[in-house]
């Protein structure tokens, strides 16, 4: 008896959407890392008191800020790619020392805070879940964190960091535990509801500098860089330009997969806040990512206090490396030490040594009296107000021969970021008059 052997076509067929399928995931990296990596703990906050705050107010955002987004950081991956360095070394070889170096501290001091903010956030979800003490869970989630960057290869560590990002669906889940008035969404995220005072101007400064922030500029590109020094047949744009057509369109996809998630995110977390915390709390409770999984337990249900507080963890862990990897390739750029996270420490001691002070400072500010949870909504507003001059000089780059060679970006790629730019100045500006008038 004859065994029946399957069309090979049919074969073939079958498995073709399954191959193109993984490998289009293969292709994915820095720029859906770091989209998923902006709704950090520290995100989270933000997005949580202005839903609490100001209900369907500032849905709207999500939208709006997705194109800008989106082609500021294609600027950033593409300026990685052709260059084969990073943020801070162009902006070492091609702009003065003072513009450099203020813009680092700036970017430092934030991340710290954040990495702080970020790392106590995950220590008090822990907390929430299984109970225990808040400082011993911040130190080893902290500490591993660290471990992780240190010892585990770059190739690796991006395959873990990349399966963290499936915690972020954690905050759209909740949102469908909870009941939506689903045509005041729409009406609300499209037709925007905007409120001339001082505190609504910096809510949004906040909202925009979260999600439009300094160091994710730095991070993408620095990666870009890093995957394709960690290839050995790729090679920096300007010097192998055969590679540009595919290279481009890979971070057009990589980017635009990436930041619409970290919006799509965003949008949810506002939405649920809004939905059950606006009425309740009118946004007075809510300083941190912790306070809103607490504030949703009575009204949402256990479910969605575990989905959100477990979200927390997730993103923290998420988020954590990027904050610190940032600051660890911005300042050796800068100092032009070696700047690889496929390095072992003693390859790039330097460097290391900038994440590890970074990652070990950000614990200590939760051990030395200082409460970052409380100035992160400010941090977000001083990235907002930083992002502006960083960005003007990453839109100068983009268009700049002696950087950029032949590789300007597409026009509405160039129309979009100076979009988001003019966007992030008008809004500052407006927070400033806003405050100066209170």
């Given at each position: 008896?004859?065994k029946s052997?399957?069309?090979p076509?049919t074969?073939?067929h079958?498995s073709?959407?399954r191959?193109?399928?993984i490998?289009?995931?293969?292709?994915l990296?820095?720029?859906l890392?770091t989209g998923?990596a902006?709704?950090d703990p520290?995100?989270?906050a933000?997005y949580?008191?202005?839903?609490a705050?100001?209900g369907f107010?500032?849905?709207?955002?999500a939208?709006?800020s997705?194109?800008?987004?989106s082609?500021?950081?294609?600027?950033?991956a593409r300026?990685g790619?052709?260059t084969g360095?990073?943020?801070a070394?162009?902006?070492?070889?091609h702009y003065?020392?003072p513009?450099?170096f203020a813009?680092?501290?700036?970017?430092?001091?934030?991340?710290?805070?954040?990495?702080?903010?970020?790392i106590i956030?995950?220590?008090?979800?822990?907390q929430?879940?299984?109970?225990?003490s808040?400082e011993?869970y911040a130190?080893?989630l902290?500490v591993?964190s660290?471990?992780l960057q240190?010892?585990v290869p770059y190739?690796?560590y991006?395959?873990?960091l990349?399966?963290?990002?499936?915690?972020l669906?954690a905050y759209?889940?909740?949102?469908?535990?909870?009941?939506?008035?689903?045509l005041a969404?729409?009406?609300a995220?499209?037709i925007p509801?905007?409120?001339w005072?001082?505190t609504?101007?910096m809510?949004?400064?906040?909202?925009l500098?979260t999600?439009?922030?300094?160091?994710?500029?730095?991070?993408?590109?620095s990666e870009?860089?890093?995957?394709?020094r960690?290839?050995?047949?790729?090679?920096?744009?300007?010097?192998d330009p055969?590679?540009?057509p595919g290279?481009f369109?890979?971070?057009?996809?990589?980017?635009r997969?990436?930041?619409?998630?970290?919006n799509?995110?965003?949008?949810?977390?506002i939405?649920?806040?809004a939905?059950t915390?606006?009425?309740?709390?009118?946004?007075?409770?809510?300083?941190?990512a912790?306070d809103?999984?607490?504030?949703?337990?009575?009204?949402?249900?256990h479910f969605a206090?575990?989905?959100?507080?477990?979200?927390i963890?997730g993103t923290g862990?998420?988020a954590?490396?990027?904050?610190a990897?940032?600051?660890a390739?911005a300042?050796a750029e800068?100092?032009?030490?070696?700047?690889r996270?496929e390095c072992?420490?003693?390859?790039?001691p330097?460097?290391?040594?900038?994440?590890?002070?970074?990652?070990?400072?950000?614990m200590?500010?939760n051990f030395l009296g200082?409460n970052?949870i409380?100035a992160?909504?400010?941090?977000?507003?001083?990235n907002?107000v930083v992002?502006?001059p960083?960005?003007v000089v990453?839109?100068?780059?983009?268009s700049?021969p002696?950087?950029a060679?032949?590789?300007?970006?597409?026009?509405?790629v160039t129309?979009a970021g100076?979009?988001?730019?003019a966007?992030?100045?008008?809004?500052?500006?407006?927070f400033?008059i806003g405050?100066l008038?209170?």
């Amino acid at each position: 008896m004859t065994k029946s052997r399957a069309d090979p076509r049919t074969s073939a067929h079958a498995s073709l959407p399954r191959s193109a399928w993984i490998h289009f995931l293969r292709r994915l990296g820095p720029g859906l890392i770091t989209g998923a990596a902006d709704d950090d703990p520290s995100g989270i906050a933000t997005y949580s008191q202005v839903g609490a705050q100001f209900g369907f107010g500032m849905l709207w955002t999500a939208l709006f800020s997705f194109p800008l987004m989106s082609a500021i950081q294609e600027v950033c991956a593409r300026l990685g790619r052709i260059t084969g360095v990073g943020v801070a070394e162009n902006l070492r070889r091609h702009y003065p020392k003072p513009l450099l170096f203020a813009l680092l501290a700036l970017l430092c001091v934030a991340n710290i805070f954040n990495l702080g903010a970020d790392i106590i956030a995950m220590g008090a979800a822990t907390q929430l879940i299984f109970g225990g003490s808040l400082e011993i869970y911040a130190l080893a989630l902290g500490v591993a964190s660290l471990l992780l960057q240190i010892f585990v290869p770059y190739e690796k560590y991006v395959h873990f960091l990349k399966s963290l990002t499936l915690a972020l669906f954690a905050y759209v889940v909740t949102a469908f535990v909870v009941h939506i008035p689903w045509l005041a969404v729409v009406h609300a995220t499209l037709i925007p509801s905007i409120s001339w005072t001082g505190t609504y101007w910096m809510a949004l400064v906040a909202v925009l500098g979260t999600t439009i922030s300094p160091y994710l500029f730095f991070w993408q590109a620095s990666e870009e860089a890093e995957d394709e020094r960690a290839k050995r047949d790729e090679r920096a744009l300007t010097k192998d330009p055969s590679q540009a057509p595919g290279e481009f369109r890979r971070i057009a996809i990589d980017t635009r997969v990436g930041m619409p998630f970290s919006n799509l995110v965003a949008f949810f977390i506002i939405l649920t806040t809004a939905v059950t915390l606006h009425a309740s709390t009118a946004g007075k409770n809510i300083e941190s990512a912790t306070d809103a999984a607490k504030a949703l337990e009575p009204l949402a249900g256990h479910f969605a206090f575990m989905l959100f507080a477990l979200g927390i963890i997730g993103t923290g862990l998420l988020a954590v490396p990027v904050l610190a990897g940032s600051a660890a390739y911005a300042v050796a750029e800068s100092f032009r030490w070696r700047a690889r996270l496929e390095c072992k420490p003693r390859q790039a001691p330097q460097f290391y040594g900038v994440l590890t002070a970074a990652m070990v400072i950000g614990m200590s500010l939760n051990f030395l009296g200082m409460n970052p949870i409380r100035a992160l909504y400010w941090s977000a507003v001083i990235n907002g107000v930083v992002a502006v001059p960083l960005m003007v000089v990453l839109m100068l780059m983009s268009s700049n021969p002696k950087i950029a060679a032949t590789f300007k970006p597409p026009l509405y790629v160039t129309i979009a970021g100076w979009a988001a730019t003019a966007v992030m100045f008008a809004a500052s500006l407006g927070f400033i008059i806003g405050a100066l008038h209170k």
